[in-house]
Structure formats: C-alpha cells, structure tokens
C-alpha cells in the first residue's frame, strides 16, 4: 500500500470508514463531530468496502452542506473532497464491481442475464466523445450528481471539465459490464483495459488526515475539564502551549503534528538558537511544551498516533547557564528607589503592585489579578487571598495562600485603597478590566532602573528574590516562608490544616520583616519600623 487510506480508522482489530464533520455543518447533522461506518474485522473486506463507505459518508455531509447554504444563502464553495475524473471513474468502478459480487452471492437467477450490448455500446459511444451532453446526462447524470454531493467535484453541465467527468464515467461503466461477462464465463481474474483505468493510482492518501497541534491541546483541555473534581488547565498555560506549538507549526510550513519528524525538530530549535533573540532557556522551554503536546496526542491514540514513540523525545535540549539568585533579586538601594517612584504613581497599578510584591513575595500576575474581594479582616488584622476563585490561574497548588499586610502596607494606605475600590480588579487596564500586567510593571521598572545599568535583574520575578532574603534576614520560620510565597517542599504537612487557627501566628511571623527604608516626597528616609 502506498500510504495510509484516507479516512481509515483502526482500533482494537476492527476497522471502520470515519470522516469529521465541518464544525459549521455539525447542526444540520445532530451535532456529531464525525461520521463513521463500521467495516468489520476481516481487513481485506474493510479495505474492498471503504471507498463506497466513505462516498455514502460524504454524501450525508454534502446534504448537510446543501442545508447550510440554503439557510445562509451561500454560494457553494469549492469542493470539499475533491477528486480528479480519473479517480472518481475508479471509485465508481470498483463500486459496480463490488455491487456485481453482492448480487451473485444473494441471488442465483442474476448470473444468468448476459450484459446488453446495445447499453455497453452506448457507454462506449459516452467515451468516444459521440454523445450530446444531454445524452450524456442521461447515461451518468446521477452518478455525476452523486460525486458532486459527495463533494468530489464541483463541474457544471456545459463545461469541458463535466464532459470529460462524464466521459470518465462511461468508462467505468463500460469495463465494469466488462467483467460482468467474463465472471459470468467463470473468469474472476479480469483487470480494466482502458488506460484511464489501467494507469489509475489507488486513492490514497500519503498522510493520515491530519491531527493539528490545536486539534490535541484542544482534547487535553476538554479532558483535563471533565468531572467533578477536575483541575482544568489554567488559560494562559493553553496559550503558551498554542503559542509556541503554532511557532513550530510556522517553522515546519505544517500543522499537521502527525507528520513531525526528529530532524524537524532537531532544526526548529538549532534556527531558534542561530536567530540569537532568545536564550537558550526559552528555547528549551519551547521544545519541551511542543513535546509535551505530542505526548499527548500519543496518550490520546498511542495505537494510531507515532506508536513507535514520540519522534521529539530523543532530541537533547540546549543547555543554559544560570545567573545566581542574588544578581536576579532587587538591592536595598533599588527597591528603595522603586517604591519611592511608585509612592508618586496615579496609577493603581504602579502604585500598589511593586509594593504589595515587595512584602509577599508574589509573583506580579498574582499581584496583578488581585480582586476587592480578597482582601478581609481577621480580629483586626487585614489580609488577602492570593487565589483561583473567579476563573483566575495560579502556578501551582501551593501558590493558593492567605498573606498577611505588612505594617508598611497599611501604613502607606492600602486598606484604605481597598476599602474605597470598585468591586471586582484592582488594576484595570484603560480600555478593559482584564489585563496582562507582567509586561507593564517590567517596562515601568526599566524606566527607573534601564537595562544598560542592571542586565540581570528581573523586573518582576526580583520581588520574589528579595523578600525570601528579607525572610531569612530576619528570621522568618522557614514553614512561614514558603507558604506566604507558595513554594512547596512536598511534604505531607502541606496537606494539613492551614485554616483561619493559623493566621494570627502568620501575622506575627510577617511583623519580623523589617521595612525596607523609601524616602518621602519631601526627600527625607522614611525609618525602618
């Protein structure tokens, strides 16, 4: 077999004809994702009876499409499975062939009846070129107007191209009453003679029909989703996932995930690397989430989908050097700097993220999500939810905490702040509620602190550095720490308790941070408490 037959389905020994169903055309066929007709589990009959299963398959697709463009008042569009003249005639072929057997094996009068030469003249008139294309409408018509329902073609009456359809029809016609005559002699072996037929490639297809990266991280997202319980994937985690599987997709100049070679991605990440805009870790992270996508597809379909194994899996990643922590996180110096700039900011949120990340350590998309209603009160005392309530994402489990307000917080007035927003985000952008705010506070804080000056500081994740050194400085219990950052060590303890009994002593933990000295608008250093 030169390829994998087109719309051919195989699982657990049994096989089937399945073609999917335009989304579009879904409603006028019960909402199914795909049509398919089982063909049994003896392999050479599946394979004898696929073209005509698919053909009736297409055809209920083609009604469905009929429907569509009635109701929408669309001109039909090109073919939806085209074909050419030469293989339609085939298809065509083979199914009167097939339609002969049948009758011979339910009904011993049909072997009796000889053809009618006077109807395989006509055919062989059809292809001659000597018939009207009335005539010919007469003789083929309806099969002509099946294989436009099927979307195999969209020839019209009066063109060259439906004549010659037309013609390649007859020819299938008349080679099939061929064998007719000959089976009815007892000869089975007979092949077509006319070249059309004789030279005729098998429809097939060198590919599967294709699985695109969007089509897997699509199912995972569905399932990940599915029960009660369920632990969808986080929204942005889905876009990077796209993002970086559409960039390989760009790279390769296909979609299709069930063509991925070793050498595709091999090359994908060595023109990333020579492109010199990333580094090496970006680059890493990109191969591993288009893998990860590709085990996938194999979790999905491991008996269909590289069952040999994930072609990605034995590609090395680059490797990265790693600046040390310290170079990463903010100096006193700079924090000092930063918060002095915020304290002068309009806007909430140059006004409020540096600081709320300066004294918890939160990432600034957590930050950044931040609502009214995660901020309450505990025996006087404010805290906030750093949560996944309202749709909102989070790294991982142990990122979902309760932080106490540090007195620095309250006394540069945040509760106040809180108390006197609108229910709902905190940080808004101009134009909508919803926002990405990472990009922001990084080009905010490289307009205070420029690149050129500080090359390794991270803009946004330096917070997290600093305020584990403030910990530690000032001896925050290390159990303390990682929960009010939502790091993890993986201990069972994790799984325990962590109700309100705690909050007091969490309070009492963040009051041994000192504050970090700012300098008032007037120009004097606010002291440490």
């Known amino acids: 077999m030169a390829g994998k037959l087109r719309h051919w389905k195989e699982r657990n020994g049994r096989f089937s004809a399945r073609v999917v169903i335009p989304p579009y055309l879904r409603p006028y ?11 049994g589990g003896d ?14 398959i ?11 463009d009635a109701a929408t008042g669309q001109r039909p569009k090109t073919p939806a499975y085209p074909l050419t003249a030469q293989q339609i005639a085939l298809r065509d072929y083979h199914s009167q062939i097939d339609f002969d057997a049948e ?3 339910n009904d011993s009068r049909y072997a009796q009846f000889g053809v009618d030469p006077d ?36 020839a019209v009456k009066g063109t060259d191209k439906w004549r010659a359809l037309a013609q390649a ?12 005559d000959e089976r009815n002699e007892g000869d089975f072996a007979g092949k077509p003679t006319h070249p059309l037929l004789a030279e005729a490639p098998p429809i097939y297809n060198d590919e599967p029909d294709p699985i695109t990266f969007d089509n897997i991280i699509d199912d995972e997202v569905k399932r990940r989703a599915r029960g009660k319980n369920a632990k969808p994937l986080p929204a942005l985690t889905v876009k990077k996932y796209r993002d970086h599987c559409a960039a390989f997709g760009k790279w390769r100049k296909s979609k299709n995930a069930l063509t991925v070679t070793a050498a595709e991605g091999k090359g994908w990440i060595e023109s990333l690397q020579d492109a010199g805009e990333l580094g090496n870790r970006t680059v890493k992270a990109m191969l591993q989430n288009v893998r990860t996508v590709m085990n996938w597809g194999r979790q999905n379909d491991p008996a269909n989908f590289f069952p040999s194994g994930n072609p990605l899996n034995g590609i090395k990643a680059p490797d990265y050097t790693t600046l040390p922590s310290y170079l990463r996180a903010f100096t006193m110096d700079e924090a000092k700097l930063v918060l002095t700039t915020a304290r002068r900011e309009e806007k909430p949120m ?10 918890s350590g939160m990432r600034v998309s957590e930050a ?3 609502r009214k209603e995660d901020f309450f009160e505990v025996n006087g005392r404010w805290f906030w939810k750093v949560t996944t309530v309202g749709n909102r994402s989070l790294k991982t489990a142990s990122s979902e905490r309760r932080i106490p307000v540090h007195k620095a917080l309250a006394d540069e007035g945040l509760v106040d702040f809180v108390k006197a927003a609108k229910p709902g985000r905190l940080f808004r952008g101009d134009t909508k509620d919803s926002v990405l705010v990472q990009p922001r506070i990084s080009t905010w804080v490289r307009g205070i602190i420029p690149f050129e000056e500080r090359p390794e500081l991270s803009p946004n994740h330096g917070w997290r550095h600093l305020f584990e050194d403030l910990c530690r400085r000032d001896h925050v219990p290390e159990d303390a720490r990682n929960y009010i950052t939502g790091r993890t060590d993986g201990g069972s303890q994790e799984q325990y308790g962590r109700s309100e009994v705690m909050l007091p002593g969490l309070a009492a933990a963040m009051d041994q941070i000192h504050a970090i000295p700012t300098v008032h608008n007037y120009g004097h250093t606010r002291p440490t408490s």
């Not at 392999?43 to 009736?56: F, L």
């Not at 297409?58 to 569509?68: D, L, T, V």
């Not at 029809?169 to 009453?177: P, T």
């Open 29 to 39: 066929l019960d909402d199914k994702a795909e049509l398919e007709i089982q063909l």
């Open 43 to 56: 392999r050479r009959a599946a394979i004898r009876n696929h073209a005509a299963a698919v053909a009736s």
């Open 58 to 68: 297409q055809r209920q697709i083609g009604i469905a499409r009929q429907k569509h």
């Open 103 to 105: 009758l011979r094996a």
């Open 119 to 154: 109807e395989a003249q006509r055919f062989r008139d059809g292809f001659a070129g000597k018939l009207s294309d009335d005539e010919l409408e007469e003789l083929v018509g309806a099969r002509l107007a099946r294989a436009r329902l099927a979307g195999n073609t969209d």
């Open 169 to 180: 029809l007859c020819v299938a016609s008349y080679e099939a009453m061929a064998r007719e």
């Open 350 to 359: 140059f006004r409020w993220i540096p600081w709320l990340c300066a004294y």
């Open 368 to 370: 950044g999500s931040l």
